[in-house]
């Protein structure tokens, strides 16, 4: 049985497990062709991790910004209700905060906020213009 583009169930999954290694790697090339092909922007993984949070997570900016202009919601949170931009405070990737801020992610959003998570790792700076 195939799905209506054409992909059994099997492939699909396959498909998104590949689309999910590319936004945690950064390659970002790769992943907008994938998106471009059919691959939703806000595709998730069974954590509700989007190829936006993976790339955030990992401190891959311009991923994040290409994921944004291709439509990506920057506010999505996980199972965990983790915020992408949460989740780059609590790595440390300073320049995916400003992308993520730039694009009007919500730092009242999610468990913990991106203002706590930004104050628990001495990173209140990035939130402030």
Same mark, same amino acid.
């Given at each position: 049985?195939?799905?209506?583009?054409?992909?059994?169930?099997?492939?699909?999954?396959?498909?998104?497990?590949?689309?999910?290694?590319l936004a945690?790697?950064?390659?970002?090339?790769?992943?907008?062709?994938?998106?471009a092909h059919?691959?939703?922007?806000?595709?998730s993984?069974?954590s509700?991790?989007?190829?936006?949070?993976?790339?955030?997570?990992?401190?891959?900016?311009?991923?994040?910004?290409?994921?944004?202009?291709?439509g #990506?919601?920057? /506010? =999505?949170?996980?199972?965990?209700?983790?915020?992408?931009? %949460?989740? $780059? @405070? +609590?790595?440390?990737?300073?320049?995916?905060?400003?992308?993520?801020r730039? #694009?009007?992610? /919500? =730092?009242?959003?999610?468990?913990?906020?991106?203002?706590? %998570?930004? $104050? @628990? +790792?001495?990173?209140a700076?990035?939130?402030?213009?």
């Open positions: 049985m195939t799905s209506s583009n054409g992909l059994t169930p099997e492939q699909t999954r396959r498909v998104l497990a590949l689309a999910m290694d945690r790697e950064g390659r970002t090339g790769e992943l907008v062709e994938f998106v059919g691959v939703p922007a806000d595709a993984d069974a509700g991790n989007t190829l936006l949070m993976l790339a955030a997570y990992h401190d891959h900016a311009e991923t994040v910004r290409a994921l944004i202009r291709l #990506a919601d920057p /506010d =999505l949170r996980n199972d965990r209700d983790q915020s992408p931009v %949460a989740g $780059a @405070l +609590f790595k440390g990737a300073d320049a995916v905060v400003t992308v993520l730039e #694009a009007g992610a /919500d =730092l009242d959003a999610g468990t913990p906020t991106a203002r706590a %998570a930004a $104050a @628990l +790792f001495g990173r700076h990035l939130l402030t213009d």
